[in-house]
Every structure is written in structure tokens, then in C-alpha cells.
């Protein structure tokens, strides 16, 4: 089967969660939790803060939104010139 046959739910990976803590974030993606903090704290992924409504003064929680980093993935990836995007392929013998 070739890439281009695949349909693009064939290449999605999907998590059950939309919005993960950024340490179970740091662990999908093979980087530390304090890598994850520095991209929140420059705003180099898309994350949202939860926190009690109860208690609006109380320390809110990060999450990071797990659809909007992939859709940037897919962008950046597919930005790529063709020849450098399919170059893995090689390796498999395609």
C-alpha cells in the first residue's frame, strides 16, 4: 500500500482526551515536563487553564488542547517541500 492511497483517517492517531496535563503531554511527546512549561510559558502550544469557579483567586491548571497541536503538526508537516516530507520512505523501501 502507498501513502497516497491512505485516507487521512488512515494516518490519524488519536488520543481519548482533547486536553492532557503537560506532564502526560511531555510523555507523548518524548520531552521533559519542564520542555512542556517553557513551550506553555511561550506560548509554542495551544493550552487552556481550568480552574475552580468557586475560587477565581485559587492556582489554575494547564492543559494542553491535543487538536489544535496536531492540526499545527499536520500544517507544518505538509508546508514541507515533497522531497523532504516522503524522504523516510526510502528507508522502507518505497
Same mark, same amino acid.
Given at each position: 500500500?502507498?501513502?497516497?492511497?491512505?485516507?487521512?483517517?488512515?494516518?490519524?492517531?488519536?488520543?481519548?482526551? %482533547?486536553?492532557?496535563? $503537560?506532564?502526560?503531554? #511531555? /510523555?507523548?511527546?518524548?520531552?521533559?515536563?519542564?520542555?512542556? +512549561?517553557? @513551550?506553555?510559558?511561550?506560548?509554542?502550544?495551544?493550552?487552556?487553564?481550568?480552574? %475552580?469557579?468557586?475560587? $477565581?483567586?485559587?492556582? #489554575? /491548571?494547564?492543559?494542553?488542547?491535543?487538536?489544535?497541536?496536531? +492540526?499545527? @503538526?499536520?500544517?507544518?508537516?505538509?508546508?514541507?517541500?515533497?522531497?523532504?516530507?516522503?524522504?523516510?520512505?526510502?528507508?522502507?523501501?518505497?
Amino acid at each position: 500500500m502507498r501513502l497516497e492511497d491512505l485516507c487521512p483517517e488512515d494516518l490519524l492517531i488519536k488520543y481519548p482526551l %482533547d486536553a492532557v496535563t $503537560p506532564s502526560k503531554f #511531555a /510523555e507523548l511527546v518524548g520531552k521533559s515536563t519542564n520542555a512542556v +512549561e517553557i @513551550m506553555i510559558g511561550k506560548n509554542k502550544c495551544p493550552w487552556v487553564e481550568m480552574r %475552580d469557579p468557586a475560587k $477565581p483567586k485559587a492556582r #489554575a /491548571e494547564k492543559y494542553i488542547y491535543i487538536p489544535d497541536w496536531n +492540526e499545527g @503538526m499536520r500544517k507544518a508537516f505538509l508546508k514541507r517541500p515533497p522531497e523532504l516530507r516522503h524522504a523516510w520512505l526510502s528507508w522502507l523501501g518505497f
